[in-house]
């Protein structure tokens, strides 16, 4: 999460939230979200589990999302 | 535990964390606010509905300013910007950079929120010079949301 909430104090073009799963069911489900953490990126899940940050930073800045 | 009634009385930090939240806390560079956003709240799964989430975010959001003078906070009925509640935004020097969290921070989940306001407090970036340079060059506007649970 704070990987997370760091990108966003950093760049302006980043926004992060931490969405807590059992008090938004509905949207925890249409997310798949079995573990956590379960990160979603522009509405696209894709990953669980906490990574190192220059991991972190390789899968935000993907191609996928350029 | 899960009812308004036990939680109200439950102790945010134990009383051998509090001395050290508060020596974190002190270590803030600039002014953080909090700002906690009201309004009508989803049904939580069955056993949780006894708990006024909202309430106890606001609780728990004052618990923390409590313990430092760098540390306010304010709370608002569906104010622009969230998509739904309770949540806290955490405001350095009381700007919204995006940086949210959605839900009760509660359990494990009091160390993202204190987390946060530890990072909005730092004038520099905690992270690396070079995570730096490749988040200078992203040319989309990204929104990452992160799925957590308390316990």
Do not use: H
């Not at chain 1, 980043?14 to 807590?20: L, T, Y």
């Not at chain 2, 070079?130 to 949301?145: F, H, M, Q, Y």
């Amino acid at each position: 999460m704070l990987l997370a909430y760091k990108a966003a104090l950093a760049s302006p073009r980043v926004r992060a939230s931490a969405i807590e799963a059992t008090e938004f069911p509905a949207l925890a489900d249409s997310m798949d979200v079995w573990s956590v953490p379960r990160i979603v990126v522009n509405g696209v899940p894709q990953w669980d589990g906490a990574v190192p940050e220059r991991v972190f930073l390789d899968r935000i800045l993907a191609p996928a999302f350029e | 535990m899960c009812n308004a009634v036990t939680l109200g009385f439950m102790p945010i930090f134990r009383p051998e964390e509090e001395p050290r939240v508060r020596e974190l806390l002190d270590a803030l560079e600039r002014p953080v606010e909090l700002l906690v956003a009201l309004g009508p709240e989803e049904t939580p799964l069955p056993g949780a509905r006894d708990i006024e989430f909202g309430a106890e975010t606001q609780r728990i959001v004052e618990g923390i300013a409590a313990l430092s003078e760098r540390v306010t906070f304010r709370v608002e009925e569906e104010p622009p910007g969230f998509e739904r509640y309770p949540a806290v935004a955490v405001l350095p020097d009381g700007e919204d950079v995006g940086v949210r969290y959605y839900g009760l921070p509660w359990g494990y989940e009091l160390a993202s929120l204190l987390g946060g306001v530890l990072e909005a407090g730092r004038l520099e970036s905690a992270l690396t010079p070079e995570s730096l340079e490749r988040l200078a060059t992203l040319e989309r506007d990204l929104v990452i949301d992160v799925f957590v649970t308390p316990t």
